[in-house]
């Protein structure tokens, strides 16, 4: 890599309006690895250091922020580590043997059932069991045995050789357990010289490893770029691969520290073999072990891990932001932990996995929750910003106020085809995940439309805290499970309500008390906690008894609480100490004897329940929606961010357009009236169309499938603007009411007389004179920037198509287009009256179905940015009498190019429908100012 180039490319992305950038070490696409010339210029060395040093230069000039992630490529891991150090990650492997009844076993000690991965010299023998076949607690796809039968003849193990007799009445199996190196490498290698190896992440030794090696890399000038970066250490989501179960040498003294009980005993139950189990106690007891080994594993993981490696962060002036998740562990709880916790459109099947990262965040007093997005499987040079806009919608109303744009590859490589070096595509000689973005992408020339857009939902949703009506208490804090609640993911969110996922560690956290009946009152100030059986353990209903104390604490400072399930009869999650479940149940009774406490068991009384504690959202829709909402609030404003998406992208069938009331509850103190954030083009408009009982303000919202608007309910004048204190209109008959430089105003499309009452209780009536007829052009001059190969992977020709079109079609039905890729600039001429004037009359310009990114210029003024979900702008203030000029600008996706450039890679892809497809058309209105 070429420091100059590097610097050029921080440039483009600064110039592209985007505020920080991730360096990450990944090529997965280049297929023939010995062009990678990792003795010299492989992650780590000085080369590359020299690399990043020139990254952080340039973004330092440009005010960007610079993240690093902790290795090459994922899991984590470090040059020089062996799979036989101490740090490297672990696995336990086992080994077994049949035995009848009376049999008597010599021999060596049963190996592995599996081999060891490449790499891998050395293993621990850790024990040796005997156990009792019990098909009672056989499952189709574990072998039964009896806990109390279980022997430990690990002291019996001489030479490596074992001898032992079954004993009569029943049939046996002997077990060994097997500790070594995992031998994983960070995917997609090889990355450095020493080999890098994934480190053991449940350890101190394995983050001294990560930390050390940053420590010895990190020269004066470096840690001085660092900092001024003000970025983050990265870790992506952790993968850790092996046929067993991870493992770690402090596992036996944390489990027994964990839960007074030692660990060796219940291995049958948690030993796997490729993922899956292969013994099992009693259903129940099995459950309870499982649930035992993770929550230690989890309490490892964030310990040792998490917090040691955010702590060296910030020593270095620096923060941490990981993906908290791919293990069985409490992500809840590690999101309180991070700095910045961060998910991922493509690993993510729902908003609920976004909302138990936001739980823990918030009740963490952090602010941010970041998101790898716009990772598509199959679509690069294909992926429309239509798409990635519908995806961050919804993951913003779940909490998600940071997108990390998966993303922008350096220029070049060896062997690598136009447009240029793809880190993930070609993909398996498929097109790959994600996009390359940057100028080699057509659409990067309206690209500042975008990150403008962007930066500006960030800006509104980093405001003040958030405010949530419910916190679901998850006994298992997993994420990336797809995995919701009861009532509130099927039914409360369509009406309204908002809620996150907290876990136990989490209700441990300063925030955790109640005030006013509201739980975190300066954060995300729920208003009820509800509790349901564990969904990742058949819905039992289990509570830890410290879980079940903290939430009577909670209920006895006023906090209304519901439990779904037959909680008076709950079980611990854990293998129970003698009388445990009769304390739970003991404190489960105080509880539930509480007024603000109620116990449901058909999740369709849910609702009632709510109403019945006196708990509402402060968002309501009056029938179901498929309107999503998130709610921030500073001491003079609140802010309402909603959007029409849907709760994961594979739900069917697709969103439809609403158009309905939604009610908006102020919780701040003082006047408010609301306010219109238009995050497309920076605007802020006081809405002129509005009732107000209270604290709640009715506001009408149409809205297209994954299209947002924000709301704002802030003191008059908060914006700048002059309407703060006017008069607003109830209701009206006309098309709109809404306030202009000129005050209230009245539009319509066609002639009539409107009525319209006004907040004084008046009552305005306006008639409004003839309105032209809405305008379809029925011709375009249409002008073709074609992109085509050039003698280089990185040089782009270009060739110029010009076209006259009667018809507007996509560019796949147009045969001088149909394989083309690049920008097309249409142009047409309307003509108005000769009485027109931008005083009484206006216009917008519906462009109907056009892809992918687009720019409009009437009268040879651009137009504000165009809201790609819903295509349709007022151009009223550039219209004139006699004839106007509009040009439409579209920016259309290499992918058809590509599949006759490169058939062996994108040929399978079908041709995509891009252009502009229309209708097109210019519809007037007249306005009048109400006085």
Known sequence: MDPDEIAREVDQIADAGFGGVEIAAVHHSIKDKSVLDTAHHGWGSRPWLDRVEAALQRAARRGLTVDLTLGPSWPVAVPGVTPDDESAAQELAYGHVALAAGATYRGPVPPPAYEAASGVQRQHLLAVQAARVDTANSTRKETGLNLDSVRDLTATVSDGTLTWTAPEGGDWVLISYWQRGTGQQPESGPHSSPAAYVVDHLSPVGTAAVTGRWDDMLTPSLRRLLKA????????????????????????????????????????????????????????????????????VSGLFNRHHLRALRDWAHSLDMTLRSQPYGLQTDAIASAAILDIPEGESLGFKNLDDY????????????????????????????????????????????????????????????????????????????????ESWGPRQPTWRHIEDISSYLGRVHQVLQAGTTRADVAVFRQTGYTATGIGASWFT???????????????PVLDLPSATVSSGRLAPDGPGYKALFVEGDFFYSSTPTLAVADARKLLK??????????????????????????????????????????????????TAVGDALAQLGVTPDVRYATSSTLLNAHR?????????????????????????????????????????????????????????????????????????GQTMIVALARPGRFGDRNGTRPHAVATDADEVLFTGRGLTLRATTSGTYTTRLSQERTVTTKIPAVPEPITPDQWQLDVDDWYPGSTATRT????????????????????????????????????????????????????????????????????????????????????????????????????RLRVAQPAVFGTTARQSYGLVGPVRLVPYAQVVLG
């Open 229 to 296: 970066a003000g970025g983050s250490f990265f870790e992506d989501s952790v993968e850790l691969e092996t046929d067993g179960l991870i493992w770690t040498s402090l596992l036996p003294e944390a489990f027994e520290q964990h839960t007074g009980r030692p660990l060796l005993p219940y291995l049958p139950a948690l030993v796997l073999n490729n993922s899956n189990q292969v013994f099992a106690f009693e259903g129940q007891l099995t459950r309870q072990i499982r649930h035992d080994f993770w929550e230690t």
């Open 355 to 434: 909302r138990c990262l936001a739980g823990g965040r918030d009740m963490a007093g952090h602010t941010v929750l970041s998101c790898e997005a716009g990772a598509y499987n199959g679509t690069a040079y294909s992926t429309t910003w239509d798409r990635f806009l519908k995806t961050m919608g919804g993951a913003y109303a779940a909490g998600v106020n940071q997108t990390v744009v998966h993303g922008f590859s350096y220029t070049t490589a060896p062997g690598v085809s136009w447009p240029g070096f793809a880190a993930f595509s070609p993909y398996n000689g498929a097109p790959g995940y994600g």
């Open 490 to 504: 099927a039914t409360g969110i369509p009406l309204g309500w908002t809620h996150q996922f907290l876990s136990g």
């Open 554 to 603: 909670l209920a006895r400072a006023g906090l209304a609480v519901i439990l779904f399930g037959t909680f008076d009869q709950a079980l611990t999650p854990g293998v129970p100490a003698d009388g445990e479940n009769d304390q739970l149940r003991s404190v489960l009774a105080q509880l539930l004897a509480l007024p603000n406490v109620a116990q449901v068991t058909d999740k």
């Open 633 to 705: 609030a500073t001491a003079d404003a609140d802010f309402y961010y909603l959007c029409n998406g849907k709760h994961a992208e594979t739900v069917k069938p697709p969103v439809a357009a609403i158009d309905h009331d939604v009610t908006l509850r102020r919780t701040h103190r003082g006047a408010a009236v609301p306010y219109l954030l238009d995050a497309w083009t920076g605007e802020a408009v006081r809405l002129a169309h509005y009732t107000q009982d209270g604290d709640d303000f009715t506001v009408r919202v149409s809205l297209q499938p």
């Open 797 to 896: 020709e270009h060739v110029r198509r010009s076209l006259t079109l009667d018809t507007l079609a996509p560019w796949s039905q147009i045969s001088e287009l149909a394989d083309s890729g690049g920008i097309g600039r249409y142009r047409t001429t309307v003509t108005l009256p000769a009485d027109w004037t931008t005083a009484s009359r206006g216009a917008v310009l519906e462009l109907g179905q056009v892809s992918d990114t687009v720019r409009v210029t009437v009268n040879g003024t651009r137009v504000p940015s165009v809201d790609r979900l819903h295509p349709v702008l007022d151009v009223g203030l550039h219209l004139r009498a006699g004839r106007n000029s509009i040009e439409i600008e579209v920016a259309v996706p290499l992918i058809n």
